[in-house]
């Protein structure tokens, strides 16, 4: 059975539908879990699906992946552009790793162009919205190594 992938949401995202819509959306993260979790089950990969405003449960949570997920994806939320905790954590974890942003930071304020998150992903989804989560699934499904299946 392939471990699944670990999908960490950081600070403010848990008001994702009524924060800002015109600039994240009128979905709510719960819609997002539903797509990613959908999304990943089309492709025989699970989701564990998690959110906090707490810098430090978030290493935690990277520290946990190393041996519990089979890949990882984070939006890191503000703490992208803030935190070296964070990207420590990530180069300590050996598994692939997609970066998802709801916006495009690139055309947003230039505190935002910078990721720390970045350095340690093996790839960056920014600007296409909550269907950046699906996308992120069909990385990992290439790049996550899988038991052979049987028969
Ligand atoms: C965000 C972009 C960040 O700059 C911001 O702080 C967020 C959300 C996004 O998904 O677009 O909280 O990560």
């Known amino acids: 059975m392939t471990k699944p992938i670990y999908v960490l949401n950081g600070p403010n995202l848990n008001l994702l ?5 015109d600039v994240y959306g009128r979905e709510t993260l719960d819609d997002v879990r539903q797509r990613t979790e959908k999304k990943a089950s089309a492709l025989g990969l699970s989701v564990e699906f998690r959110q906090s405003n707490r810098e430090g449960e978030l ?5 946990e992946a190393r041996s519990h997920a089979s890949g990882l994806i984070i939006n890191a939320g503000a703490y992208t552009h803030t935190s070296v905790a964070l ?22 304020e ?3 162009h910078h990721s720390y998150v970045s350095q340690a992903a093996d790839g960056v989804i920014c600007g296409c919205g909550p269907r950046g989560y699906e ?8 790049l996550i190594d899988r038991p052979a299946e049987a028969g």
């Open 17 to 21: 539908g009524t924060r800002e819509p």
């Open 59 to 63: 290493v935690d949570w990277i520290q």
């Open 87 to 108: 990207l420590d954590a990530l180069l300590a974890t050996d598994v692939p790793t997609m970066e998802v942003h709801l916006s495009n930071i690139f055309t947003r």
């Open 110 to 112: 230039a505190f935002r």
């Open 135 to 142: 996308l992120a699934v069909e990385a990992l499904a290439d």
